[in-house]
């Protein structure tokens, strides 16, 4: 792990629409927090797969959810239909969470989106159609999907694509501001993610989040908490709204759910899911039985005290890792995160980084143009963590 290695020739993209700047790598298989080249070069993965592969690679588990669910010979049956795996799945999530009713579809931006369309459901049974509005937060990321762009704070992903989708603003995050901003005549949602992922991975704070809550509870505006990215154990609890108290109105889940099967959660509370009716949103492959049966166990994996502990104590661990390199270098200006999800602002390009640690066989990514990612799959050790550490103690030192 400690020599460099020599990169082969970049791999093509052929007839793939290159809407993906990549990195040189072709990966071709995985074995716990390890991926391979085909030449057998192994890198030690801090990117999950961007923050999916929770249980690395070669899970027996998943394998085994995977091969129990194909027994049935029905991969998907549609939503015309009752399955089991997908009762099953949306029962384990609201025993564990604020929510009493679950919608499926198939990403975190298509999550994003049924929450809007449920939030403004529900607005217009308590107000009428003036209350549609919903609000997202500077540095936000939400989807690429038209309106979950227009709630995601990048303006180099809004500006060739404009107009986007109408009702939907980003406010500074300030309570004065926002104070302003959430007007209940006209809000119908708030959308928050507890933990700014591409936005280069900003833990909010506490109290600001609280009074967020307060400020939507008094206002009769619903509060949104996209977990995309930061929820089912990445922050070291099963829900990151969990570690402060409150609970959201509606929250959407997707990255990790499927064991790397595509899948999507909106999870809902009574009142907001007492508005929606049948007809209102649909998509043909959510829930379906294969990628409910293997979401249901990774939930089951992730939700187990002694794993969220262990979470909790290495990213820790590598959070103090972090902060005493930044303290031995001037090329890191800031260290943030919690549990297995932190950004390290570089002074240079975090492209430069990313590229440099790849040659050193570890994946990292960026958010932002200086901001390092590292997102480990949630089952690697202090050892595997160290092992990471000292590659970038070494690029950045
Ligand atoms: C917080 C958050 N929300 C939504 C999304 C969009 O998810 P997807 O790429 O599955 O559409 C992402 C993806 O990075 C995300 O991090």
């Given at each position: 792990m400690t020599a460099t290695v020599q990169l082969a020739a970049p791999p093509q993209e052929g007839a793939?629409?290159?809407?993906y700047r990549r990195v040189p790598l072709e990966i071709a298989r995985g074995e716990g927090v390890f991926v391979y080249d085909a030449d057998g070069r192994a890198y030690l993965d801090f990117v999950s797969g961007i923050a999916v592969?929770?249980?690395?690679?070669?899970d027996d588990g998943i394998r085994a959810a995977i091969e129990g669910a194909l027994s049935s010979g029905v991969i998907h049956a549609s939503n015309l239909y009752h399955t089991t795996p997908a009762r099953a799945l949306a029962d384990a999530l609201t025993e564990r969470s604020f929510a009493s009713k679950v919608f499926f579809c198939n990403s975190g931006a298509e999550a994003n989106e049924g929450a809007f369309k449920f939030a403004r459901r529900w607005a217009l049974g308590h107000r009428?159609?003036?209350k549609h509005e919903i609000i997202a937060l500077r540095g936000s990321f939400h989807g690429r999907l038209f309106a979950s762009l227009a709630a995601t704070d990048r303006p180099s992903y809004r500006a060739p694509f404009r107009?986007?989708?109408?009702g939907v603003g980003i406010v500074e995050r300030d309570l004065t501001a926002l104070d302003i901003a959430l007007d209940p005549e006209t809000v119908a949602a708030l959308i928050v993610e507890p933990v700014q992922g591409e936005g280069g991975v900003r833990v909010l704070d506490g109290e600001f989040l609280r009074a967020l809550r307060d400020m939507t509870q008094q206002r009769g505006i619903a509060l949104i908490f996209d977990?995309?990215?930061?929820?089912?154990?990445?922050?070291?609890?099963?829900?990151?709204y969990e570690r402060y108290g409150i609970e959201p109105d509606l929250l959407t889940l997707a990255k990790p759910l499927g064991g790397g099967l595509p899948m999507g959660a909106v999870l809902l509370n009574d009142e907001i899911a007492a508005a929606v009716r049948p007809g209102d949103h649909a998509t043909?492959?959510?829930?379906?039985p294969l990628v409910a049966s293997v979401a249901l166990h990774v939930l089951e994996r992730v939700s187990e005290p002694e794993f969220l502990a262990g979470v909790r104590d290495r990213g820790l661990w590598l959070g103090h890792e972090l902060h005493a390199m930044a303290a031995r270098t001037?090329?890191?200006r800031a260290v943030r995160g919690t549990g297995y999800m932190w950004g390290v602002d570089v002074t240079m390009p975090a492209s430069d980084v990313v590229t440099a640690a790849l040659e050193e066989g570890l994946l990292v990514c960026s958010a932002g143009e200086h901001t390092v990612r590292l997102l480990p799959?949630?089952?690697?050790t202090r050892d595997e963590l160290s092992q990471g550490l000292a590659i970038l103690d070494r690029i950045l030192s």
């Open positions: 793939l629409l290159p809407v592969n929770v249980l690395g690679y070669g009428g159609p003036g107009p986007l989708a109408g977990e995309v990215q930061c929820g089912l154990g990445r922050t070291g609890y099963l829900f990151a043909t492959f959510g829930g379906g001037t090329k890191v799959p949630l089952i690697a």
